[in-house]
């Protein structure tokens, strides 16, 4: 077997493996599977991976660092042109999943088609800008951190916080809100953080019903997340395997 086809029948295996935890977990929860969308998180994994996976029937891609996203969603929109708008059922969405400083706002708006991190008001009206730049619509998450014990430079808007976000994301022209995104901390029990995410969520859709979005649980925590209603699963290693970085 060739590298591509042995790394092809890799990805095929732990998708097949993911999917069916996912479809076990939502049966335990009286879910729909068809309820929960999964995004394969390929950082630090190039873009023959990526080729694979949408040859898989993958269509969405979480990506943490400006510097490394951009340059790979060009060379795969450079292969199939996919169409600009969240709305429309792309071949292929892009969704921005790291911290993201204002500066690089503008850059990420002309590639993502959904800002997960989304915390502050000064990044809202600079993704609001980069937008209306690029003539694109975005869909924006308020990241929403979920530690007892805040640490600035961890991502994530406090909880009662959140709300505020959502309406600024809201009014902004060039903005979607979709709903929200955490992830769980570190040593924490995933099921309590993620029941104070729902929690959140549901304040958030009290005031805006259409912002239905919950992006949580990765890898080692996403039978949790669909216990407490994620919609979005963002897993990275149970696909592609460790990260180069960590090997
Ligand atoms: C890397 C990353 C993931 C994927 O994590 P895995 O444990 O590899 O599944 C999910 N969410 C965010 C925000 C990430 O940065």
Redesign the pocket.
Known sequence: MSELAERRAELAANLALVRTRIELACGQAGRDPHEVSLIV?T?YFPASDVRLLLDLGVHHY?E?RDQEAGPKCAELRADAPAAPAVSSAPELTMHF??QLQTNKAGSVARYADVV??VDRPRLVSALDRGAQAAGRRLRALVQVDLEPERDPNRGGARPEDALTIAEAVDTAAHLELGGV?A?APLGADPDEAFAALGRVARGIQVRFPSASWVSAG???DLEAAVRHGATHL???????GS?PHLR
């Open positions: 998180v950082k979480g943490n999943i790291g997960h991190t995104m992830v990765m890898s080692g963002r897993v990275g290693t149970a696909i592609l990260r």
